[in-house]
C-alpha cells in the first residue's frame, strides 16, 4: 500500500485547455502529491507558464519507467489522448485523462476495460463531479427531493477566439464534444443511457465551424436538453443546469458559482417547503478536490465513485449528442 505521506506524479502534454491548471492543483497538495517529471509534446505550449517552472523534463519512456510512479495525468490534445492513455495503464499507472478522453469510441472503450481488468484508476477529468453545488443536486436526487426527474435544461457556452474556433472546427463533434461533455456527465449520473439521441447544429459564421450546438436526450419519462453556444458573448455567466421533478425543481446558474434556486412541494433534507435561494462556498481552485480524491482512491486500494461502464456510456453519448454517431 502507497503511503499516504506523498504519492509520485508526471503528466504528459501540456496543450489541453486544463493542463496547466491541473498542473498547479497538483502542486498546491504538497503533502499528498510529489510532481516527479513532465513530458512535454509542445514545448511552446509550457515554457512561459509558472505552472511548469521546476519541474523536470522528461521523455514519456522515463517517466513510465519509474517503479514508484502511483499515477500520470493525460493533458495532450484530444487526437492523442486514448493512446498516450493506454500506454501509462501498460506502465501500470493510475491515470487521471482530461475530458472528453477519445475522438474513436472503440479505443475509449478498449482502454476503460483494459484498465478495469488491471484494476488501475482512470479518473476522467470532469470538475462538476466536485462541484459543491452538484454534490447537493446528486444528494437531491438520491434521496428523493425532486421526485421523479422530467426535464433536464443545460448550457455550457462562451465567446471563442480564433484558436479556439480552429481547434473546435478540426472535431468531428465541433465544440458540443469538446465543451458540453460535462453536462452529459452528469446527465448520465443522473438518468443512465438515454434511449435517444437527437442532435442539432446552426453554425453562427460562414465557416461551418459547429460553434452552436444542441442535443436532446430522450428518456423513459424525461427530456435532457442540452446547449453548447460558442458564439454567446456573455456564455460563461449564462452556464446552467436545471433539474426539474415532480416534487421539486434546482437550479444552479451560474454552473460554477455555487449559487442554487431549491424549489420543493415539501420539506426535505434541512430544506423547506418552497423556494430557497442558496449561495454554496465553491472552493477557489475548481480541481483541486479531483486530486484528492484521486490520492485517497490510490492509498485507500479503492475505485472511484464513476467506473467504466459509466464512462464508456458517457463517451458514447457525447458521439451521439455531438452529431458524430447517428
Known amino acids: 500500500m502507497a503511503s499516504p505521506s506523498r504519492l509520485k506524479i508526471g503528466q504528459i502534454g501540456t496543450e489541453h485547455a486544463h493542463a496547466s491548471g491541473k498542473m498547479n492543483s497538483i502542486r498546491a497538495l504538497p503533502d499528498r502529491w510529489q510532481v516527479v ?7 511552446k505550449s509550457s515554457k512561459t507558464q509558472a505552472a511548469y517552472q521546476g ?47 477519445a475522438l474513436d469510441h472503440g479505443d475509449f472503450r478498449a482502454m476503460r476495460r483494459f484498465a478495469e481488468q488491471q484494476k488501475l484508476i482512470v479518473q476522467m477529468g470532469y470538475m462538476l463531479r466536485y462541484n459543491p453545488a452538484f454534490t447537493l443536486l446528486f444528494q437531491a436526487i438520491e434521496e428523493g427531493w425532486l421526485g421523479e426527474i422530467t426535464e433536464i435544461d443545460a448550457s455550457m457556452g462562451k465567446l471563442a477566439d480564433a484558436g479556439t474556433r480552429q481547434k473546435i472546427g478540426a472535431l468531428a463533434g465541433g465544440g458540443f464534444f469538446e465543451l458540453a461533455c460535462h453536462l452529459v456527465d452528469v446527465v448520465v449520473m443522473l438518468l443512465g443511457k438515454p434511449a435517444a439521441v437527437h442532435p442539432f447544429s446552426t453554425p453562427s459564421l460562414a465557416d461551418g465551424v459547429q460553434d452552436n450546438q444542441t442535443a436532446v436526450l430522450l428518456y423513459p419519462k424525461a427530456v435532457a436538453v442540452l446547449r453548447c453556444n460558442h458564439a454567446d458573448p456573455f456564455g460563461g455567466p449564462r452556464r446552467r443546469f436545471q433539474v426539474t421533478g415532480t416534487q421539486g425543481h434546482l437550479d444552479i446558474t451560474p454552473l460554477e458559482s455555487g449559487k442554487v434556486n431549491l424549489s420543493l412541494t415539501r420539506s426535505a433534507g434541512s430544506y423547506k417547503k418552497g423556494t430557497q435561494s442558496l449561495s454554496l462556498e465553491v472552493p477557489k481552485d475548481r480541481y483541486m478536490a479531483e486530486f484528492v480524491d484521486l490520492a485517497d482512491a490510490i492509498e485507500q486500494q479503492r475505485s472511484l465513485a464513476w467506473n467504466a461502464e459509466h464512462d464508456i456510456i458517457v463517451h458514447e453519448t457525447l458521439l451521439r449528442a455531438s452529431g458524430v454517431w447517428h
Open 55 to 101: 519541474i523536470p523534463r522528461l521523455s514519456e519512456e522515463a517517466l513510465l519507467q519509474q517503479t514508484d510512479l502511483h499515477a500520470v495525468a493525460v493533458e495532450t490534445t484530444i487526437e492523442a489522448s486514448c493512446q498516450t492513455a493506454m500506454r501509462c495503464l501498460k506502465a501500470g499507472k493510475h491515470i487521471h485523462l482530461d475530458k472528453p478522453g
Open 37 to 43: 517529471g513532465l513530458v512535454e509534446l509542445d514545448k
